[in-house]
């Protein structure tokens, strides 16, 4: 999950979209998925990458595509990153960054005060074990 894989249609209804990378229930073969996006993957999907191959696939479970939508929504609000680091790092620093869980403080970089919102953006962005389902967010 990325912005550029969000869609908001004429009638406000946003729509996921691009699912090249996307995994079945199966492990047929697919590219190894390796983080997609530098600026979005989950603290534990940005560990992986730094702690395995080029050629490794990891699998993202429904708790870091969570994850991903809450740093998806960060970015398209405030315009940054949630990650500390600078655009020159190399992949490997921003990477590090996400997986130690050096993000910015949403309340910091937030462009105005909209504590709904907020408190959707940081569950997503929570440690893995607190963060909602896909269902607890619908119902949000």
């Known amino acids: 999950m990325q912005p550029t894989n969000t869609l908001v249609t004429d009638d406000g209804v946003s729509e996921i979209i691009d699912y090249a990378l ?17 600026h979005t993957p989950a603290s534990e999907i940005a ?3 730094l702690d395995t191959g080029p050629d490794v696939h990891i699998p993202a479970r429904p708790a870091a595509d969570i994850w991903s939508l809450g740093a998806s929504l960060f970015w398209c609000w ?14 490997r620093e921003k990477l590090r960054a ?4 050096r993000l910015h403080a949403l309340h910091d ?3 105005w005060p909209f504590p709904a919102l907020e408190e959707l953006i940081n ?3 929570a440690p893995v074990s607190d963060r909602p389902t896909a269902e607890e967010i619908a119902t949000w």
């Open 22 to 38: 996307a995994c079945g229930p199966d492990d047929g073969r697919r590219l190894p998925y390796r983080g997609a996006l530098t």
């Open 47 to 49: 560990a992986a990458v």
């Open 78 to 91: 405030t315009a940054r990153r949630p990650g500390v680091y600078e655009d020159g790092d190399d992949r």
């Open 98 to 101: 996400l997986a130690d869980r």
């Open 109 to 111: 970089v937030r462009p």
């Open 123 to 125: 569950a997503c962005m």
